[in-house]
């Protein structure tokens, strides 16, 4: 087996001449590293050799599970290729440093207040940190290529399905943005900043406008993941009830797995643009109960409670996407269908409901009602 310094050796080829210098590796910055998206761009980004740099806040407890089977400690210099630094974007002064130091060249900005219904209990925050944190974002990386003159810095905006709101499917590039909530306005803000930058200061920016992305790492209080969770407590007996608000609501749900590649895709272009990313496949709630439950023998009308607490000031009823550009385009498409998404989750959720039963049984932890 090859040791550390053999891969590192200088020396002469076998014919005598000296080796090509190695590829400097490219350098990625992520916001929202320790988020559902940012854990996979992490892992796809480092199968493709980069480093990767992740801001993360400051928060009182640790936020960093997603990616800790990722981490390694920096100490370990020539195997850690993934570093944290703390950073907010809603401190610009945090936002440019980290730009001036690491000189990436590709900043991927993923961090949100991303849940809808939060956003109309917080709407100035999620405007703070979602429309104007893109705005410092891309503000930081403008100021720093006036200073360096760099050319090779590229700019990603995490967009949202969200923005298309009330404007009835299929939805592509070129539909009218309708936003139904303090988040979704947000982020029309920020698509229209970045479309702003690109064509104002010639930067290679780019909108993702990703239609909803699962995964057993999704967040427990989007809808698909609080099903999920359910049906594998239901299942071991930890819970037996589950409360939702709106069942008709349909929603074209991917596999976050897939949608990071189509985020590098977009800045691997000869030219800056915005792009769809979805399945093109629209279910309810509804349907993803009969799925999830059905899967593992459970009916779910027997645990299913609706909670008005759940309704939403003003919903968004019905998102499809068209993504004929970025199939054309980019040549990307999605390999997780919605069976097998919903199978992937409720397996993982079954097991760690499993994991859970032995802390309970063993009176080291509450079987709470729901998470
Ligand atoms: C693309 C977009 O995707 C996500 O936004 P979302 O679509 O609002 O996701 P969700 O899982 O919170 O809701 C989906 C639907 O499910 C309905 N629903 C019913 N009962 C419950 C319920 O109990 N909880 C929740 N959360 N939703 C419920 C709810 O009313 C809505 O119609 C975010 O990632 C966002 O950041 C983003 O950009």
Redesign the pocket.
């Known amino acids: 087996m090859a040791s550390e310094t053999d891969t590192t050796r200088s020396g002469s080829t076998p014919n005598g001449t000296a080796p090509d210098p190695p590829e400097p590796r490219k350098v990625a910055l992520i916001t929202g590293i320790t988020g559902q998206d940012g854990s996979y761009l992490t892992e796809f980004l480092l199968n493709k050799g980069y480093d990767v740099h992740g801001l993360i806040r400051r928060s009182s407890n640790f936020n960093t599970q997603r990616i800790n089977h990722i981490y390694i400690d920096p100490h370990n210099a020539h195997k850690a290729r993934m570093k944290l630094h703390y950073a907010d974007l809603t401190d610009a002064s945090s936002l440019r440093r980290w730009i001036d130091t690491l000189a990436p060249n590709e900043v991927y900005n993923l961090a949100?207040q991303?849940?809808?219904?939060v956003s109309f209990e917080i709407p100035d925050y999620t405007a703070d940190v979602v429309a104007t944190g893109a705005l410092r974002l891309l503000e930081a990386v403008r100021s720093h290529i006036a200073a360096t003159g760099r050319t090779d810095i590229k700019y990603y905006q995490a967009g949202?399905?969200?923005m298309f709101g009330a404007t009835p499917p299929p939805q592509s590039e070129t539909t009218p943005f309708h936003p139904r909530s303090p988040?979704a306005v947000s982020?029309c803000a920020a698509h229209w900043y970045t479309v702003n930058y690109r064509e104002a200061y010639g930067l290679f920016a780019c909108n993702g406008i990703?239609?909803?992305?699962e995964s057993p790492r999704r967040g427990e209080?989007?809808?698909?993941r609080?099903i999920t969770r359910a049906v594998g407590r239901i299942k071991v007996g930890l819970q037996s009830k589950l409360?939702?608000?709106?069942?008709q609501?349909s929603?074209d749900w991917g596999f976050a797995g897939d949608y990071v590649e189509a985020m590098w895709m977009m800045l691997q272009q000869e030219k800056p643009d915005d792009y769809v990313v979805a399945t093109e496949e629209s279910h309810t709630?509804e349907e993803f109960l009969e799925a999830s439950f059905g899967y593992v023998g459970l009916n779910w009308r027997d645990h299913v409670l609706i909670?008005k607490r759940?309704?939403?000031p003003s919903?968004?009823d019905n998102?499809k996407g068209d993504a004929t550009k970025a199939k054309k385009e980019l040549g990307w498409k999605p390999k997780v269908g919605f069976q097998q998404l919903v199978k992937m989750m409720v397996d993982e959720d079954v097991e760690l409901a499993k994991r859970e039963k032995v802390l309970v049984d063993a009176g080291y932890m509450d079987a709470q009602q729901q998470p």
Not at 243 to 247: E, P, R, T, V
């Open positions: 949100a991303s849940h809808v219904a949202s399905s969200e988040y982020k990703l239609f909803n992305h209080n989007f809808v698909t609080k409360f939702l608000g709106n069942l609501a929603r709630v909670d759940y309704l939403r919903e968004v998102l």
